[in-house]
């Protein structure tokens, strides 16, 4: 699809990727971009439509589709990492982690998907991380959800291929934003991101892979188990030495 003229919702849209992503999308000429986030007033950016929308609740999804019935291309990046550990973590924070990343994303395809092939077909990104692939003891809930976000993209994309819509899934390691902020080492800029995402969208991309680490530890996906975890602990022992 083209950008140009385009009608786009991004959710958290008031900082990091999402505010980046919605300032390349009006840069690129996008028609109108609705900036969404569980509070409107925090998003800053000149330019956009401030829309009210928490992922976790289905009345604020509904809200949103009714509100937002032009859409074309829908973005979703909202997500939360709260460093749970699967077996002595809160059951409560793996269960909220999970109803943000995977099914908040579902529930906001479920509700726009009639809206997407009313307008022609149009786009959807996920927003996933290089973490779809691999687990590290400090994340690995956050893990498990873009695992299964990922799984998500690949089969909402098949479902949705008859009424013509792109489904992308978009990888990387680490971002410069909030997320990220404790590590000192090479971060992917945000606008950088937002352009690799658009340019995804534009070629018709199922996936994108936004960065070198991504790329690397995608190829590594055949290799046996102990072989792939032996790999990722030279290459994070490699990170955290940098």
Known sequence: MDINNSVALVTGANRGLGRAIAQRLLERGARKVYAAARRPETVDLAGVEALALDITDPASVRAAA?????????????????????????????RHELETNVLGHLS????????LATNGGGAIVNILSAMSWFGVN????????????????????LELAEQGTLVTGVHLGLADTDMSAGWTVDKLAPSDLADAVLDGVEA??????????????????????????AEMARALGALAAA
């Open 204 to 229: 018709g991309s199922a996936e994108v892979l936004a960065d070198q680490w991504s790329r690397d530890i995608k190829a590594r996906l055949p290799l046996a188990p102990e072989e792939f975890n």
């Open 108 to 115: 906001m395809i479920q509700s726009f998907a009639p809206a």
């Open 66 to 94: 009714q509100a937002a019935p032009d859409v074309s291309l829908l973005v979703n990046n909202a997500g939360i990492q709260t460093g749970t550990a699967l077996v002595t973590g809160s059951f409560d924070l793996v």
């Open 138 to 157: 400090g994340a690995n809930t956050y893990h498990l959800t873009k695992a299964a976000a990922w799984a998500m993209t690949n089969g909402v994309r």
